[in-house]
Structures are given as C-alpha cells and as structure tokens.
C-alpha cells in the first residue's frame, strides 16, 4: 500500500522504538475509584469491566503468568514482534500506593520479553509518586501513560458519571509529559447528546492537549449498563442511534483524522469486544482492522491527509 495518510501508531513506535512492538494487556487486579466510592459510585455509565480484557487475561493469577499466555495467544495467531510492552490495562492501573505499583510494574519489566510499559489509567488518579516512579522506570525501558478522556466537555463526562473534569485531563497530561513519559488519550465517538458537530469541534482541545498518541472509539452500549437502559429510553440523545451506519462512522474518522495534529500517532479507530456483550453497536461486526482499511482506502482515494484541514 502506498504511504499511509495518517500518522499510524505502529510506524510511530516502530521509529521510537527501532523494533517490530507487540502490546500484551495485563489485568493486574486493579479496582477503580469511580465504582468504590472514592471518587464516585456505580462506574461510568458505559462501562462493562469484562470487555477490557482478552480472553488470555482470564483466570490467569500472576502478571508473569498472564505474560506468558499473552505470549503464546499472539504466536498461535503469528503475531510475532521484536519486543513486547506490558499494557495495564483493565481498570485504574495507578490506583494503588507507589510501593504497591512499583512491585508491579517490575515484575512485568522482569520478564526476558518485556522491554516497556503502558499504563491505563484516570486522569484524576496520577499522583507525583507515581510519575516520579514511571519517570525512574522511563531511564531504562519505555513508559507511557494512556488517560481515559473520552470527552472534552464536561457535560458529557457528568452526563456519562466519569468523576473527572477535563481540566484534570489537561492537568494530568501536562503533568506526565513534564515527567518526560510519553501519553496516550483515548475518547469516545457518540457519548449522549454530542452531535457530529461537537465532536469535530472537540479536535482543537485534543490537539492543544500535545498527547503522542490517541486511540478513537465508538460508542459500544453493553447490555445491562446503565446506558444501555438510557439509550432504550432516550435514543434520541444518541448520535449513533440516528441512522448511523458504518458509512457515516467513516465519513466520521476521516473528517476528524483531516483536523487532528499530524503529530499525533493514531493507535485505534474503534473497539472490538465479544458480540454477547454489545446491546448496540454503529459497526455491526465489522473488524476494526477492516475499518482502518476502510478508512485509508479512502483517504488515499482523495488524496487526504492527517491535519490537513488545520489551519496554518
Ligand atoms: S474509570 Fe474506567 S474502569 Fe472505572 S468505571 Fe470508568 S470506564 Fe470503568
């Protein structure tokens, strides 16, 4: 394929890095402030703790262990890579003391295969500690931090019960990369009552964020998630509710790949989780490998290009 149109995370990392990556997830048995009181009750409305993990998480009891299967999952699938990154995902992968962290994190940086780490987590939940841990990490083997944003607006993220505002976003961002760690964000394509409108407008705050790396995802509603209920009773406050198919998903990406930083690497543009678990869905079981094609195909196809709608 021709030179892709966008800044693509893998050749970003692949150019960082000097090496083939492959991510592995970890479920570390971490909790969340935002379901046990601490910051919030009940979790996001949109969350389903299950569809973090993959399959090879499951049951698993150490991170050695997990390792070790993520290994072998991705070499029967011939995924192989010239280095593996631990990738703490599920749940608030900071929410723990630093010594607690630090014991962690080290046993995943001890396995022979593991040359970094990644960590998921709230922007509300990074204390100086913990960065000053992941900055030490950071001398030796690659770090980055990965912030569950998913909105700039702060109606939104009431709306959906994150807990957090995006002043604490910018904050933590700010914060990390004074650290000298790399960040990732992630957000949330059709969050209630944000038109295509808000959503393109949202690009200028995730640019003025100065993150390395974004990850986009549509709104999936999992059974038996509160929003799940409120998308039966309310489907007008969805934008994915109105007539919006795959197509239109696309049309989506692109606009929004055509106003985002080009510096930006752009790891993901939709999720993927077991079809039990998913009530609704704008993607309707295509695979999000096959949505990327989908989207570069087409922005080859008009010669469009990551930013090129920033005004200089
Ligand atoms: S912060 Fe993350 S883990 Fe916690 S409830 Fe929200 S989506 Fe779920």
Redesign the pocket.
């Known amino acids: 394929m021709e030179q892709l149109p966008y800044n693509d995370y893998g050749s970003a990392m692949r150019r960082k890095l000097g090496t083939r990556v492959q991510k592995l997830a970890i479920d570390a048995g971490f909790s969340?402030?935002?379901?046990d009181g601490s910051v919030g009750y009940?979790?996001?409305t949109?969350?389903?703790?299950e569809a973090?993990s993959p399959s090879y998480c499951r049951e698993a009891t150490t991170i050695t262990e997990q390792i070790e299967r993520a290994l072998r999952f991705h070499a029967a699938r011939d995924r192989r890579a010239d280095s593996y990154l631990a990738y703490f995902q599920?749940?608030?992968n900071t929410y723990a003391d630093t010594e607690h962290l630090a014991k962690l994190y080290y046993e995943a940086l001890s396995h022979p295969s593991i040359s970094g780490i990644i960590i998921s987590t709230?922007p509300d939940c990074i204390t100086s500690d913990t960065l000053q841990l992941l900055a030490d990490i950071s001398k030796r083997n690659y770090v980055a931090v990965e912030y569950?944003i998913?909105s700039v607006y702060d109606t939104t993220l009431s709306h959906v019960?994150?807990?957090h505002n995006f002043a604490q976003a910018i904050d933590a961002v700010t914060r990390t990369k004074a650290a000298g760690i790399d960040v990732g964000a992630h957000f949330i394509l059709g969050l209630p009552n944000e038109t295509k409108h808000d959503i393109l407008n949202s690009i200028h705050s995730i640019n003025a964020l100065c993150i390395d790396f974004i990850k986009f995802h549509q709104l999936q509603i999992y059974h038996s998630t509160v929003i799940d209920e409120e998308w039966r009773e309310h489907p007008e406050r969805f934008l994915f509710s109105q007539n919006f198919g795959t197509e239109e998903y696309i049309a989506l990406l692109i606009e929004i790949i055509r106003r985002l930083d080009p510096h930006i690497a752009i790891e993901r543009l939709a999720s993927q989780a077991p079809r039990h678990l998913i009530a609704h869905s704008p993607l309707s079981g295509i695979r999000p490998h096959d949505l990327r094609n989908m989207v570069t195909e087409r922005m080859l196809h008009h010669d469009y290009r990551q930013g090129d709608l920033i005004e200089r």
């Open positions: 969340c402030p935002n379901r009940g979790g996001c949109f969350c389903l703790g973090f599920s749940n608030t709230r569950g998913e019960n994150r807990g």
